[in-house]
């Protein structure tokens, strides 16, 4: 069974700019989470989804957005990039909703952001 | 701000020694706590998990302990192996509002050969 997926592996944006990440959650999982991982604040939640649906949100400016598909794959673009954007972005599946079920996660899109 | 913390931001031991991995957290009303282990170049992977009405859990070479009374959990490694070198998270998931998981620092673990 495949894990979950994210694409790109690596990114370089320059200030100002717009970026989409992808993430592919393993099959059969409903529910896809996005976090932000960085030296200085570690894994801080972005947002989650679960039938195409925004169900929980983080403390994050609205640059940062979201989206699920039917088929559970799901993006997230941050607009008008910032220095301070630049960090690890990780995507995360579980099969349903509830904060106990396991989160797995991908190996994360590297934002480097100049 | 994050109510999971962690005592030490490093721990180096040796192959072959057990290693223990402490984390703070300040909600005493958080019922379920969950550790994580990042490699490098990977994304946090379960270890294991404890419930607040358990006081240990024991998994393969692993074992998490939580003392709610000092709202202390901790992540002991028996015969710690180089493939253990990685950076640990400890979670906790809060009631009271809305539940959420929020995750600790991390402890960057080194084994010496």
């Known amino acids: 069974k495949a894990g979950v997926t994210q694409t790109p592996r690596y990114l370089i944006k320059t200030r100002g700019q717009q970026v989409t990440l992808s993430c592919s959650p393993i099959?059969?999982?409903?529910?896809v989470s996005w976090y932000q991982q960085t030296p200085g604040q570690g894994l801080q939640f972005l947002f989650e989804?679960?039938?195409?649906?925004?169900?929980n949100k983080g403390n994050f400016p609205g640059r940062f957005s979201g989206r699920q598909f039917s088929n559970s794959r799901s993006e997230m673009n941050v607009s008008t990039l910032e220095l301070g954007d630049s960090a690890l972005y990780l995507c995360?599946?579980?099969?349903?909703?509830?904060?106990?079920?396991?989160?797995?996660f991908g190996s994360g899109t590297q934002l480097s952001v100049l | 701000g994050e109510s999971v913390g962690l005592h030490l931001p490093t721990l180096s031991v040796q192959e072959g020694d057990n290693s223990i991995i402490n984390c703070a957290y300040s909600?005493?009303?958080?019922?379920?706590f969950i550790w994580y282990k990042q490699e490098s170049g990977k994304g946090p992977q379960f270890i294991i998990d404890?419930?607040?009405?358990?006081d240990k859990r024991q998994g393969q070479r692993v074992t998490v302990l939580l003392n709610k009374t000092v709202k202390h959990l901790s992540l002991q490694i028996a015969a710690t192996q180089p493939g253990d070198s990685a950076v640990y998270f400890c979670?906790?998931?809060?009631?009271?509002?809305?539940?959420?998981?929020?995750f600790g620092k991390g402890t960057k673990l080194t084994v010496n050969p």
């Open positions: 995360a599946s579980r099969r349903d909703r509830g904060l106990r079920e396991k989160l797995f």
């Open positions: 099959s059969g999982h409903r529910s």
């Open positions: 989804y679960f039938s195409e649906t925004q169900r």
């Open positions: 909600n005493s009303a958080s019922d379920y």
């Open positions: 404890i419930r607040s009405n358990m």
């Open positions: 979670a906790e998931i809060s009631q009271g509002g809305s539940e959420k998981l929020v």
